[in-house]
């Protein structure tokens, strides 16, 4: 189990590190709206990672997938709880890389890339409530889209499985930051550790509100959990048997045709 941990642990770093460095490139690369970059960035710099890490620990590099996850059964108590400090420090790590080595003008005009409620002084950014609703919800969507889909990864595929949750990610990401059009958002987080890690790296105002980066993912986890215990699984799965069931005797229908097709043609 260590070693999933340490895998989650380095898959983390590494997915905070480029999400972080790209997404602040994005903004800086004079496009007139670097916003339409942000799904693309979040995907090439998820997609990857998530072919690399999923086969070996399931690919959570985030608090919301393993507490899903632990919610589901999916994982133990105890492989969650090593994941969740394997992520935190994983965050911690990829944050401290991004401090050392941003131009220290850049960190500050992003805040290091880091969760932002009300980056931009009085009359700038979201109020609590806003953010608290956009985590919830945001988080829901994603749970919604990732968790079945990961469910089927068996028949859909690995690479389509990992391509449908990066480019879930960024579309909620996407929304978040475009549905307020209030400068001073950083949109949502998604992932506790990243905004806890930035936040003790750069503090300042990523301690304002900080608390609905948290309360909004494992809020979401939680009803997203119900809904899906109360989902009608047995009707579907009876309804697919029934549609086997109806294939086979038509597939058993044509086999049966073509034999005797077969048999009066050898006369």
């Given at each position: 189990?260590?070693?999933a941990?340490?895998?989650?642990?380095v898959?983390?770093?590494?997915?905070?590190?480029?999400?972080?460095?790209?997404?602040?490139?994005c903004?800086?690369?004079?496009?007139?709206?670097?916003?339409?970059?942000?799904?693309?960035?979040i995907?090439?710099?998820?997609?990857?990672?998530?072919?690399?890490?999923?086969?070996?620990?399931?690919?959570?590099?985030?608090?919301?997938?393993?507490?899903?996850?632990?919610?589901?059964?999916?994982?133990?108590?105890?492989?969650?709880?090593?994941?969740?400090?394997?992520?935190?420090?994983?965050?911690?790590?990829?944050?401290?890389?991004?401090k050392?080595?941003?131009?220290?003008?850049?960190?500050?005009?992003?805040?290091?890339?880091?969760?932002?409620?009300?980056?931009?002084?009085?009359?700038?950014?979201?109020?609590?409530?806003t953010?608290?609703?956009?985590?919830?919800?945001?988080?829901f969507?994603?749970?919604?889209?990732?968790?079945?889909?990961?469910?089927?990864?068996?028949?859909?595929?690995?690479?389509?499985?990992?391509?449908?949750?990066?480019?879930?990610?960024?579309?909620?990401?996407?929304?978040?930051?475009?549905?307020?059009?209030?400068?001073g958002?950083?949109?949502?987080?998604?992932?506790?550790?990243?905004?806890?890690?930035?936040?003790?790296?750069?503090k300042?105002?990523?301690?304002?509100?900080?608390?609905?980066?948290?309360?909004?993912?494992?809020?979401?986890?939680?009803?997203?959990?119900?809904?899906?215990?109360?989902?009608?699984?047995?009707?579907?799965e009876?309804?697919d048997?029934?549609?086997?069931?109806?294939?086979?005797?038509?597939?058993?229908?044509?086999?049966?045709?073509?034999?005797?097709?077969?048999?009066?043609?050898?006369?």
């Amino acid at each position: 189990m260590w070693r999933a941990a340490v895998t989650e642990m380095v898959a983390t770093a590494c997915l905070e590190f480029t999400l972080t460095t790209t997404l602040i490139s994005c903004f800086e690369s004079g496009q007139t709206d670097p916003k339409l970059l942000v799904p693309v960035a979040i995907f090439i710099a998820g997609y990857p990672l998530l072919l690399a890490t999923v086969p070996l620990t399931g690919g959570h590099m985030n608090p919301v997938f393993t507490f899903a996850a632990a919610l589901k059964g999916v994982v133990s108590v105890v492989r969650a709880a090593s994941y969740f400090a394997a992520q935190f420090l994983g965050a911690l790590i990829s944050f401290a890389v991004v401090k050392a080595t941003m131009d220290r003008g850049t960190a500050d005009k992003y805040q290091l890339g880091g969760c932002v409620v009300n980056g931009g002084g009085p009359g700038s950014g979201v109020g609590a409530g806003t953010a608290l609703a956009l985590e919830f919800t945001c988080t829901f969507v994603l749970l919604y889209v990732a968790m079945p889909i990961f469910e089927r990864r068996r028949e859909l595929g690995l690479p389509t499985v990992c391509a449908a949750v990066a480019v879930a990610y960024g579309l909620v990401v996407y929304v978040s930051i475009t549905v307020t059009g209030r400068s001073g958002y950083s949109g949502v987080g998604l992932h506790p550790a990243r905004c806890w890690a930035a936040a003790v790296l750069f503090k300042g105002p990523l301690w304002e509100a900080h608390w609905v980066f948290w309360l909004g993912p494992f809020l979401a986890c939680l009803v997203y959990h119900a809904f899906s215990l109360a989902l009608p699984r047995e009707e579907l799965e009876k309804g697919d048997e029934l549609e086997e069931e109806h294939n086979g005797r038509h597939l058993d229908k044509f086999q049966s045709d073509n034999l005797k097709d077969f048999e009066v043609s050898d006369f």
